[in-house]
């Protein structure tokens, strides 16, 4: 079922941000756009002259990683936007065989492109809110792209096709997902690795004096 992987997501940050959030203003504010993207995810509107429906939640999402960007170097932008350049790739690469190439796929593409964009953003950026950004701009280009590839080959599937609909939504919840796990596995290794040092250092000890 499209949208179940958006929703659970969705809820499920709601429900870690108001239970383990101490600081009430930002509790207040990730409850409010975790919200909106909620109840924006079943509001649409239609782009003059082209007659293709957008879904609502994805100008939350461009707005959210705008933001980030924006405060970023011009090196570190451009770095970024390259990086985002990459994760649209993975995303438009599976959706080739979907679309144009009809071929068995044997993995489902959601997990394809999930996994895909997940390693490239591992890999190639270091940190937390960077990823987040990076994950957000790249699935949303590569869904741009897509569909203006779909309209200029007059693509009959354009005919039911919304840009930024619920399966769009799943795969990026996903990536969001297990990069906010693999944040946590990271800071947990952090954690272990400095009690471990802590436990290793002894106590210097005091040299006795011999009488003479």
Known sequence: MDGFWFYWFCWLMAILVYFFDDIKKRRDLNLSLVLILIISSILTFSIPFISIE?????????????????????VQLFYHSIIC????????????????????????????????????????????????SVMIFGALQGEVLLTLFLWNDAHPTLDYIIVGDFYF?????????????????ERLSERLKAKWNQGNILPPTRKRKLNA
Do not use: N, T
């Not at 609502?56 to 011009?74: G, M, R």
């Not at 959706?95 to 394809?112: A, D, K, N, R, T």
């Not at 939504?169 to 596995?185: F, N, R």
């Open 54 to 74: 957008v879904r609502a939640s994805l100008v939350v999402f461009i707005v959210l990683s705008l933001k980030h960007f924006l405060e970023s170097k011009k």
């Open 85 to 132: 350049m990459m994760v649209s790739g993975v995303f438009l690469g599976v959706h080739y065989f979907i679309y144009f190439e009809p071929v068995w796929l044997y993995v489902s593409p959601l997990m394809m492109i999930s996994c895909g964009s997940l390693v490239v953003v591992l890999l190639l950026v270091k940190q937390f809110m960077y990823r987040i």
């Open 169 to 185: 939504l799943d795969i990026l919840s996903i990536s969001l997902l297990m990069i906010v796990m693999w944040e946590g596995i």
